[in-house]
């Protein structure tokens, strides 16, 4: 059940909708949007929603019009919220003189980085290249989901001092990836942005530890999610009271080998219809090739993606898995030519 | 084998080459290009090519190199043939003043109309708006694959003949299904590109038959067909000697269900890296939801695609099957936003 | 809409109810069951059948009743013949003495032989092997799908006449893959089962050509098709009126890579409950190796699988393809640990 | 690197080759067979191990030989460990009289219980019923993976609770699943084996955590993950010390629509022939339909599966999810059924 508040709702108004919720047994979820207040009711208690509920809900002086959300996705659903969401990223840590990067707006964002934070100098001089072509967030991983327990797990804490120490320098807020509920407390510390991974997309118990949490999140597609279950793992995370979520598509399993994964572009679209929440396109792990990095970015600028996550090193020769790696000069031609797409469908880049 | 021939090649030069070829057993197939002659030999014949044969060809005052090609498709191959491949569809039959439609130069070409060939009215109507709106191709299926067999079998001969009569009245070639061998001729006759179906993508005696003759083909994709396959499926066609071949990729088939199929985008970079021969988007079968072709043109314009193939109608409500087509006017405004992202990448509309 | 009649209809009978249907543009399917006779209506006249044609059709004394079936398959569901269907193979061409070999009675068949038939000594060794062995049918390759049009197509007419000279050797009936609908008329002359290849299941012209001949049809199932849509190309050749259908489950696409493809044995109890049709697994080529085919063989026995087909050659290691391929020992052993499995389900091998 | 000691060797044989090689930086993991004593060295030292170690592990008298192991499964594989493992789940807890239930031995471990533990009367009746009908192990859902957040969770430690009560009522040991690192300890006080679900399968902190833990555990495929991504998650599990891991497949996700998933029974010979480790199988997800579940249960009994796990209620057309249920009727018969199978591949149920 969704309540919409009336224009110039108070505090007040909506402390009695919150009162008359808690009383029937809900959990309210307050959203404050530039023009609306919404409350989403959380919960199924015994009493008929319909019957009871929501007349006595509609009573009430400051209540526009209470909603049904059959769908098992309710925060999420743009039934429940029909303008865009968007949203800033790394305010609290100074990024951007303060300012913050906002997700979501007509700005597009993109995220460029390593894949892995290896040491000071590498995750400097990637920040910095990455900064002056354009990136405005800085992506890295310090914590890394491996297939095999022999391979490099990542810097771990050193890591996200390294990211941090980057931010400073740079001023880009830091996106990095946080693979367990003990550990979402160490990273908000020092990332802006938590990044869910594509395998735990269904780790719920990260979802909630990530949605008690105030950092923004990227949730990561699994890799044989469908929209409709990715939906509803973002809404484990609204559901805690974390309303700054985007989505990121990387990539879907199938049978096709000559590409990594196979990289869903109607997932723009799929997202923007169902949610209001910002998507992000991850070309460089959706393709797994370094030459289609470029081609599938214009492509997700162009169909309406929020943004971009791209994997850039000074030198993805040496990498063992830098096969779907942008060099900095890559990833500077790359910057120049998505602009005049961007343009081309209302936005800047 | 491939044989490039020497800039300024004579005929009597080609030859030359063609004989000694045949006398070893090959099959020679020669493609006249703008710049250079490229004879590329088929067939595997009992002596060692690189020890008897290659070294007199070499010795051919006129060949400038031999490549050896170990990938099972030879003549689709970028390797056989640097250059992108265009050509012009429609001359034969008189249409756009005698003066055809291009595929894969620098326009993009945009192929629209009715799933099926329904009338004489349907199909005019439908012919004239997406004319007008920009479109260059008529697309009308006279014969259509059903999973049923009792389901609508498409107007056959008549529905041929109706295309033809639409070519006549706006100067647009027209390109229609053929599903069986014993029908080339005939749709050869009426339309001035053979579609072959997904379905019928590993139909070699199909694949045969148009190879033989000198239509244009696009030969879609199979519904799980790789690239690779997909290639070497293109190869029967050229191996004919029929070079006027495009791609089409019209979704693959994966375990989402909020489209009915995956579109695969990374098909567009995929096949310009591996082949010379121009690529299409299906972005209406590919979806399958008339709310997603938009933003998928856009994003196929933006990759690199040569052109789309759309489904418009003038009234999809009223179509079993209709959910997604666009109506005329809807078509005519994607062809106004389609514009600007064309010459964000270098290309016209 | 089908008709069942009661017990004891005559002939005479069976054409009234013909008559009627004819009457209301409705093409008659009649099957003659050993307890029941059914008639199938296939086409939709323009006027409705429940109002109109049903109550004549119900008005007529040998009418038991008239069932409307929903679904685009009519004659291959279970709804209109509620018994499972067996039928006998070879009859016609005296294989196995003249009896012929059953397919969905409770001894199950199994097919046995070469990939590809590459010679009479290579095809009459197999096929005395596996006949000495328990198989029943021999399979063999004369026409083959090949993805490049580089490879060996197979031996065609030749391959053919060498199949019907092992039949006349061992007595077994011979199963062979047709191809295109032209070559539909030689394949009957010489084989005793059609196989429709996975490649060529929505190929709806052959799927035609095949429903008006008499010779059974072994109907491989796509690669990435759906049981429903194997089910409805099944209905294409029940409806031309040629009975006799297997369908085939030889494995489906998927992301895995360790199993050239994913053998779906779901689609046993899938099948048996949606159609009266017997089914045979392809352990061979469902998963593309050698030391999976035994442990794949005894699942299917186990779970209802009316029979096998296996690829067995003299010496697989020479084949370039082989590693699917048991040699005769092998079968020999595979054949020996089917049969207790066969008991424990209650049937025989 | 795999050290494969002689028969006969001593703990003091055992102690000098672990102490080799935690002095040049390597982990060992000791497994004592029956008949062998192995040691695993888990981590990549500085020093190349051949050069250095190899040969000062060989000189070491009771060292047989030394293995490289190029995998990156080493303790997974059967290279390391040639025969079959079985274990016994439940001794600690005095299940079975103490005696515990073996997996991986001649005698088939048929799991069965219901998905969720609802209520006391429920779980009893249940574990009394399918006890009974011949299952030795209960299986039954505390915590649960809901795709929303508004779906029952589970009955959480009540749940754990009631388990344990069933185990001393039946003397079944039990199995529930643990969903996050944080609850691995609570789960182990009450459960004989951590069952690892399918969207935690590459979880990996959660996978080093049971590893840590000396609990058995049942390791569920990833709804898209491939037979050797599985291997590699089981890796990190049998790297922290915890020998005693079963697989269990549980159906992979497809296109097919008919069953909820696609039961891949080829992962029961590719596991057996990768690993030594026991394979379970489970037919109620890994179909989804409980009209199959016997089917693909007297399947996976053929094909040579360790065990079957399966969901029983006494009441499933009660419950929201439970059409891929059997009730205890029908879960007796399927023992029934199920015995003659496991005869004809010489093993017991």
């Known amino acids: 059940m969704i309540i919409i508040l009336k224009h110039g709702a108070t505090e007040d108004d909506i402390a009695s909708v919150e009162e008359k919720l808690q009383e029937h047994g809900y959990q309210p979820n307050v959203t404050r949007?530039?023009?609306?207040?919404?409350v989403a009711a959380i919960g199924t208690p015994s009493l008929s929603e319909k019957e009871m509920v929501a007349p006595q809900l509609q009573a009430l002086e400051a209540v526009e019009k209470v909603l049904f959300v059959s769908k098992s996705y309710k925060l999420v659903s743009r039934e429940s919220?029909?303008?865009d969401t968007?949203?800033?990223v790394g305010v609290a840590n100074g990024a951007a003189n303060g300012a913050g990067v906002e997700?979501?707006?007509?700005?597009i964002c993109v995220m460029a980085g390593p894949c892995s934070v290896e040491g000071r100098e590498q995750l400097m001089t990637t920040a910095k290249a990455v900064n002056q072509a354009?990136?405005?967030v800085l992506r890295g991983g310090a914590y890394k989901p491996r297939t095999s327990p022999y391979d490099f797990q990542g810097m771990g804490l050193e890591g996200l001092q390294l990211l941090a120490e980057a931010?400073?320098?740079?001023g880009m807020p830091v996106i990095t990836e946080v693979m367990t509920p003990g550990l979402v407390e160490q990273v908000c510390e020092h990332a802006d942005v938590l990044q869910i991974g594509a395998r735990n997309m269904q780790n719920y118990d990260l979802l909630r530890e990530v949605g008690r949490c105030r950092t923004p999140v990227m949730l990561k597609r699994g890799l044989s999610a469908t929209v409709e279950e990715w939906l509803k793992a973002a809404e484990y995370i609204l559901a805690g009271g974390n309303n700054n979520v985007m989505f990121c598509e990387r990539g879907i399993r199938t049978y096709e080998p000559s590409t990594r994964f196979t990289l869903d572009l109607?997932?723009?679209?799929?997202?923007k219809k169902a949610s209001h929440l910002p998507i992000i396109i991850d070309p460089s792990q959706g393709t797994g090739r370094r030459d289609m990095v470029a081609a599938m970015s214009?492509?997700?600028?162009?169909?309406?993606?929020d943004g971009l996550i791209i994997e850039v090193h000074p030198h993805p020769e040496a990498l063992s898995d830098g096969q779907q790696t942008l060099d900095t000069t890559q990833f500077a031609q790359l910057m120049r030519d998505l602009k005049p797409i961007a343009q081309a469908v209302g936005r800047t880049l």
Request: glycine letters at 14%; a positive charge.
């Open 33 to 38: 949007g530039v023009e609306d207040v919404i």
């Open 266 to 271: 109607s997932a723009v679209p799929a997202i």
């Open 81 to 83: 919220h029909p303008a």
């Open 134 to 136: 354009g990136a405005t």
């Open 298 to 305: 214009k492509a997700a600028v162009a169909c309406g993606a």
């Open 167 to 170: 931010r400073a320098a740079t």
């Open 86 to 88: 968007s949203f800033k």
């Open 103 to 107: 997700i979501g707006g007509a700005k």
